[in-house]
């Protein structure tokens, strides 16, 4: 039996009881976090041993590359001086060298550098410092800065959408009507599906199979990846993301709401449903239901703003119930208020996405008696006037460049990359560097994610309607560039793709305008509400950010607060269930990091730890 006390079951207040603890029983003697110091000792002479390796290797690599070029340049001189020589017995006259980089008078005159061809090796860091930083053309910039402003702007926002919600609350169902009424995905392909669906016995899941495109997420019924499509409404275009709701997939579902600008929460309004998505969670066996965690997750990475959907409502007791739709609204939110969202930033929608009643006002809906029923006490938007109700998004588009690629196939000779622009721009012809790896790239083309009508690729453009041609012709300008917050594809020159891997970034060479690739940082986290075991330095964990997700330690608490107090507490022991703290985290390898305000996809990341998660972060500060 453990000769550690059992901690769960104390107050906070017991954790900072001076009296409870005895510092040399807890800690002096506990082996394990012995071990861990003689790790992270071990870890630290391993990566002193090592930059020593590197910095000496750098220096005889720089040694010999001077001796070459002092004997190279020796050379070209003793080349002109019997050149100079030659053409003084021949006449006397100038002695144009074709081959020999210049003009030779006999006599090298005061100041003349004589060049020399240098190595790839040793012009690399030359060529990035004297790279001039890409700029975009004044009238591109001009039209996105009034997209910036709040009268909006000649080139259509651009804003990523990701779909949240409990297991079976009809997320990928909706998603699917949603792309039927914008006319993106066709009838045919859905009467396909509804055959192959009724064939396997899931008629209902004919919908969510338009996002929902692998064959194990078609048996199952459940989404278990990101699904990725491309929607544009009157105002926005959107990137769709559907993430899964299972909490086995909670992973996934943090990649793409890291993606994310915005959020459609949809929350089943079925009796039982709602309450099991909604469940606090009694015990550490049951951490509770998935529209909780989703909710605070997103807010954690950066999502701002949601429109809830009360998905549903015709299967409630009664159907299209007004009592039911506004209890579920007052419990939503209210937690969201809890979490920071903005009352005004939150627009709730009663819907059926299986029905498509309240999707948009020009669909022929399957239920004319339930959308009839709605309209007797329901005034609000419409699902489409919601999401056009969005804020646009603030973009970074004069900040560096940062890429982050999602996924990679090789052509040939090229790479082609898919991923997305956090900030900055990137053009056809670019000179990029791909860090953490370092190696150097030329962008060969940019295609940017755009909708597409019937069902078309969704990296395809989509006819320009009548209402967006004058903006469709503002965007004609954009060919070959992609923007902050567009979903791309690249394709790649001059790189192996075997050096490539999800999560790497793409940036600007000139060392200026390039991201931090460090593996200490200091951070503000959140630590959820329920958590089954407290944390304390030493604590092993597993870091999400974006898309990739890399073992780390604590290894310091600075401090911590407890939500509303106020009061600080300076090195605590432990850090409980509902409070903030500033701590010292070390991965176990070196990533491309930067503070939270500088870059917010590689500024905020989620903690795990045995499954659940155990916090949210923002990086205060990159240690070196």
């Known amino acids: 039996m453990s000769r550690h006390r059992n901690i769960r079951n104390l107050d906070e207040d017991d954790y900072y009881d001076d009296d409870y603890y005895d510092d040399d029983e807890y800690y002096d003697e506990d082996e394990y976090y012995i071990e861990q110091q003689r790790e992270q000792e071990r870890k630290k002479k391993e990566e002193a041993e090592r930059k020593a390796r590197e910095n000496k290797q ?59 061809k240098k190595t790839d090796t040793a ?79 899931k008629s209902s899941f004919a919908l969510a199979w338009f996002t929902d495109e692998d064959d194990s997420e078609r048996e199952r019924g459940v989404t278990i990846d990101i699904g990725t499509k491309f929607a544009k409404t009157e105002k926005f275009d959107f990137t769709i993301l559907d993430a899964p709701g299972h909490k086995d997939f909670i992973p996934n579902m943090i990649s793409g709401t890291a993606s994310a600008d915005c959020g459609l929460l949809v929350v089943a309004a079925t009796t039982g449903e709602f309450e099991a998505g909604f469940a606090r969670g009694g015990d550490a066996s049951y951490s509770g239901g998935q529209t909780r965690e989703h909710i605070v997750l997103s807010r954690g990475l950066g999502v701002t703003q949601f429109v809830v959907a009360v998905n549903k409502l015709d299967a409630a007791e009664p159907a299209w119930s007004q009592a039911r739709f506004e209890h579920i609204k007052s419990m939503v939110l209210d ?20 029905t498509g009643v309240n999707i948009s006002n020009s669909d022929k809906v399957e239920d004319e008696e339930g959308w009839k029923t709605l309209k007797k006490w329901y005034k609000g938007p419409t699902l489409l006037e919601a999401l056009d109700g969005f804020s646009p998004a603030k973009r970074g588009y004069e900040k560096p460049l940062r890429a982050i690629v999602t996924d990679i196939s090789s052509e040939g000779k090229h790479v082609n990359v898919r991923g997305r622009v956090v900030q900055g721009f990137i053009q056809s012809g670019d000179n990029v560097v791909v860090l953490p790896v370092g190696d150097d790239a030329t962008v060969v083309r940019v295609e940017r994610g755009k909708a597409a009508q019937e069902g078309s690729s969704p990296y395809s453009f989509a006819p320009p309607s009548s209402t967006t041609s004058s903006i469709t012709s503002n965007e004609a300008q954009l060919d070959g560039i992609a923007l902050a917050g567009d979903t791309v594809e690249l394709t790649l020159s001059n790189i192996d793709s075997a050096r490539l891997m999800t999560g790497c970034v793409i940036c600007h ?51 911590s607060e407890k939500r509303g107090d106020g009061k600080l507490r300076l090195n605590p022991r432990v850090l409980t269930g509902g409070v903030t703290a500033t701590v010292e985290i070390t991965l176990s390898e070196r990533l491309v990091i930067e503070e939270s305000n500088e870059c917010k996809a590689l500024g905020r990341f989620v903690l795990r730890r045995g499954g659940d998660t155990i916090a949210v972060g923002l990086i205060d500060k990159v240690l070196t």
């Open 58 to 116: 750098k220096q005889q690599k720089l040694q010999q590359q001077k001796l070459q070029q002092q004997k190279l340049k020796q050379q070209q001189l003793d080349d002109a001086k019997k050149k100079a020589a030659g053409g003084k017995k021949g006449g006397g006259g100038i002695s144009v060298a074709s081959g020999g980089g210049g003009i030779s008078l006999g006599k090298p005159p005061p100041g003349l550098t004589v060049e020399t």
């Open 123 to 201: 012009t690399k860091s030359n060529n990035a410092q004297n790279m001039p930083i890409p700029q975009l053309p004044p009238n591109i910039l001009a039209n996105l800065r009034s997209n910036n402003s709040s009268t909006g702007g000649v080139i259509r926002s651009h804003l990523s959408l990701v779909i949240l919600g409990h297991v079976d609350a009809g997320k990928s169902t909706l998603t699917g009507r949603l792309l039927l009424s914008l006319n993106h995905v066709s009838q045919r392909l859905l009467q396909k599906y509804q055959k192959a669906a009724t064939s396997i016995g």
């Open 335 to 354: 937690f969201l208020k809890l979490n920071g969202f903005k009352e005004a930033r939150i627009t709730f929608v009663p819907v059926s996405g299986l």
């Open 509 to 559: 060479p000139h060392p200026s305008l390039r991201p931090k690739v460090e593996q200490r940082f200091e951070a503000r986290i959140s630590i959820m509400e329920r958590l089954a075991v407290p944390i304390i330095r030493g604590s092993q964990v597993l870091l999400h950010m974006h898309s990739i997700d890399v073992p780390a330690v604590l290894n310091k608490i600075v401090s």
